[in-house]
């Protein structure tokens, strides 16, 4: 008999390990004048009573700028997480992970609101915003 969440040796579902609480600070990867984010909330994310919201990459989060241009700092701003250094696996059994956790800043739509991406991004979150993929330079 298979595994609870296995149907025939594959899995089923996106299982992304979560690995940025919120609270965490962040690089930022785009060119929007920010520097440093600090996760605020993971949205659409509901848990249980006392447990942090964490993000995985592809995942939309509420940040704050901590540090960068004087006209984006102790502002609140959507941003998609791009990177994260926990390892995680996908479907196919590879296992990968970054060097750093890192975002990009957008709108409520997801349109990003810098004009490219330094370093490499996820492909999970290059499948579910289009948009973000575009200016990406590396899609890993």
Do not use: H
Not at 60 to 80: E, F, H, L, N, P
Not at 114 to 136: L, N, Q, T
């Amino acid at each position: 008999m298979p595994r609870r969440g296995v149907s025939g040796g594959k899995l089923v579902g996106k299982t992304v390990s979560r690995g940025v609480p919120v609270g965490a600070k962040i690089k930022c990867a785009d060119n929007s004048g920010a520097k440093i984010l600090q996760v605020i909330a993971v949205v659409g994310y509901k848990t249980r009573l006392n447990r942090y919201p964490t993000a995985a990459p592809g995942d939309m989060i509420v940040v704050s700028v901590k540090t960068g241009k004087a006209d984006m700092r102790k502002k609140i701003w959507r941003a998609i997480l791009v990177r994260q250094r926990k390892p995680y696996r996908r479907g196919d059994g590879t296992w990968i992970q970054f060097e750093d956790n890192a975002a990009v800043i957008t709108d409520d739509k997801g349109n990003p609101k810098g004009s490219e991406v330094r370093g490499p991004i996820a492909r999970e979150a290059a499948e579910k915003w289009a948009a973000v993929a575009k200016i990406a330079s590396i899609i890993v």
